[in-house]
């Protein structure tokens, strides 16, 4: 493949709901740019993005793949690196890989099912990094799909912004063409996406004064000069119309629509030419780190003359191909046989080839400009996120920022020993995958995985067994409950044995009561009077309390908010020991705790939900049936609510599905534990139960 300069390359990532037609798409670009010779069907598995097994399995897109295409533009050859993306939801962080590195983004809309929830978060997204964008609609070969309602619906929806730049043409209930707005003409498909000039249709014109009009009162907009010749009623030229439209496309004030039909290859040569004419080249943007030597701000053109700097936007770790790190380059140029320096990491690495990656074949290349998007193999210590730059100018750029992780599942390993191999897996997976995180609950003995949904962590599993060859089933988390006591009691223990020899003698009269403290385990006092306990026994008691409050009487939970008080006892000269100080405080513990009207505790999340305002009640209702308390609503002034509440952890089991079917899919939530507070009884009685049928099975 060429070496291409900054202001030939355009990255574009294509987003959209799943199933909307995004790899279709790239297969039909792909074909007309004489990548492949066929295009590739997501049925038959043969499509360049969709090259995993696991997305062969499933017929829909997990990775964010890169497929870089070359066309000959208007003025020259350019590069478009265009990232397919999955349209799933629990696949997010492939999105927001692919999006930190684009510099534009096409919507992909099927025009049969019209606005989806997909396309709502693929236009947010493009809002949040304020990218340049245009919105393909698919499917125009399908009889009942409406073009027109689609727009108007895309209009209501998203603004003043929208903009057709074409509007079909059909003969017989069949899509055979298009009219350019922009440039006023009729086009007749001949073969794929080739094109030949027609008559505009009388049922089109009314349309198309519409759409015109919208336009040329955009393009007047971009100039007092242009205001004023619009105002005259002059006509603005082609060249002139073309270059305004591009600087509103570029700035985000203008969104195109334009269309085809993904099965027949249709309209693809004008999204390509779209691409090329209205897209930015990387040199439009900044990139912004912080100079390490310095600690300030750095800000710096796309530009392949200065030092290099580049980031790792994500990693593909593969047990047949190796592992691959995926760099957008910054500044400078990157050439392969050299020595870079990770910032983050403070160590040099050493640059073998470079390559470009087209789905899992690997295209080498000589060199990798400003702007550009490669690959380098076998990183030693690179991750996803780290800087790449030389060590005289150390900068380091933000990484790309990934969502939270909320959902999560126990898990452990289906063969005996085989818990290091899952382990060393799973770590490969989560260089891969940013919200795949796995944590160790030493207190409930459990190792849980967490995810953005369910179908990643079920993606997850099916890769472990077919990649790595190890099998692992997902369970019930069990959730951290707590024990303490309601009252005080005041209760004797005595600790008496003789065996011949030195017996054992400890007798200790202690006070239980609620101390007000729920983070603590244990406060302990002492008001021994006249002697009746040694001193050098105190120590002894309190590592009996110690032993205690690890696993409560009641079901086996830690003990918080417990204050013990040593009242009076007694001793032998002989006999007593610390041990047997120990046993005697173990046995008050038990026998006072389980007098003290004992309760357990249960973990509860401070819980924020943002939906759109027609599912509050909705949510508000499902949050409340969880035994959840609102707290409060606020609106996010973007047509969305965030509810704010407090609920039980174990009730957010199985959440991130029902809210996603409540919603649409256009729900999101976030927690954090907060406190523990008193369960109810049908809870506590249910728990207590569990563990003692789990303690009789073991």
Known sequence: MNVYGTEQIRNVVLLGHGGAGKTTVAEALALLTGVTKRMGKVPDGNTISDYDKEEIKRQFSISATLIPLEYEGEDGPIKINLLDTPGFFDFVGEVEEAISVADAAIIVVNCKAGIEPGTERAWEMCEKYNLPRLIFVTNMDDDHASYRELVVKLETKFGRKIAPFQLPIRENEKFVGFVNVVKMGGRRFTN???????????????????????????????????????????????????????????????????????????????????????????????????????????????????????????????????????????????????????????????????????????????????????????????????????????????????????????????????????????????????????????????????????????????????????????????????????????????????????????????????????????????????????????????????????????????????????????????????????????LAFKQGFMEANPVLLEPIASLKVTVPDKFTGDVMGDLNRRRGRVLGMNSNHNGKQVIEADIPMSELFGYNTDLRSMTGGLGDYSYEFSRYEQAPGDVQKREIEARAAAKDGE
């Open 192 to 586: 794929l996406s080739d094109y030949e000039e027609c008559e505009i249709p009388d049922y089109v014109r009314k349309n198309l004064t519409i759409a015109r009009d919208a336009l040329i009162e955009a393009v007047a907009e971009t100039s007092e000069e242009y205001m004023e010749r619009y105002f005259l009623g002059e006509e603005f030229t082609q060249e002139e119309i073309s270059t305004a439209l591009r600087t509103h496309v570029i700035e985000g004030d203008i969104v195109p629509v334009m269309m085809g039909s993904g099965i027949n290859c249709q309209g693809f040569k004008v999204l390509l030419q779209a691409i090329d004419k209205y897209f930015p080249s990387p040199d439009h943007f900044e990139c912004i780190g912080v100079d390490v030597s310095t600690g300030e701000r750095f800000t710096a053109k796309y530009n392949d003359d200065v030092s290099l700097s580049a980031r790792v936007f994500k990693t593909i770790v593969d047990p047949f191909i190796g592992k691959y790190s995926l760099m957008k380059i910054c500044t400078g140029t990157l050439k392969g046989d050299t020595i870079v320096y990770n910032v983050n990491k403070d160590t040099e690495e050493k640059i073998g080839k470079l390559y470009t990656l087209r789905g899992k074949d690997q295209i080498e290349v000589q060199e990798l400009r400003a702007g550009d998007i490669g690959a380098v193999a076998k990183l030693t210590v690179t991750q996803t996120g780290d800087t790449m730059a030389v060590r005289t100018a150390p900068i380091v750029y933000h990484k790309p920022q990934t969502s939270t992780p909320y959902t999560y599942m126990a898990y452990k390993a289906v063969n005996k020993g085989e818990d290091d191999k899952v382990s060393t897996a799973l770590a490969k997976m989560m260089e891969e995958d940013l919200t795949l995180k796995v944590v160790n609950d030493a207190e409930n003995r459990q190792a849980l995985l967490y995810g953005i949904g369910d179908q990643q962590l079920d993606v997850v599993i099916s890769k472990l067994q077919s990649r790595y060859k190890v099998d692992v089933t997902l369970s019930q988390p069990k959730f951290a409950f707590r024990e303490t006591l309601r009252k005080k009691v005041k209760v004797q223990g005595k600790h008496k044995k003789q065996s011949g020899g030195h017996g054992q003698y400890g007798d200790v009269i202690m006070e239980f009561e609620p101390s007000g403290d729920l983070e603590t385990p244990y406060v302990f006092e002492e008001k021994v009077f006249g002697g009746s306990v040694p001193r050098n026994y105190f120590p002894a008691v309190e590592k009996g309390l110690q032993e205690c409050v690890l696993k409560g009487p009641l079901a086996g939970y830690p003990v918080v908010g417990l204050k013990a008080t040593l009242l009076d006892g007694s001793y032998h000269p002989v006999d007593s020991s610390e041990m047997a100080f120990k046993m005697a405080t173990i």
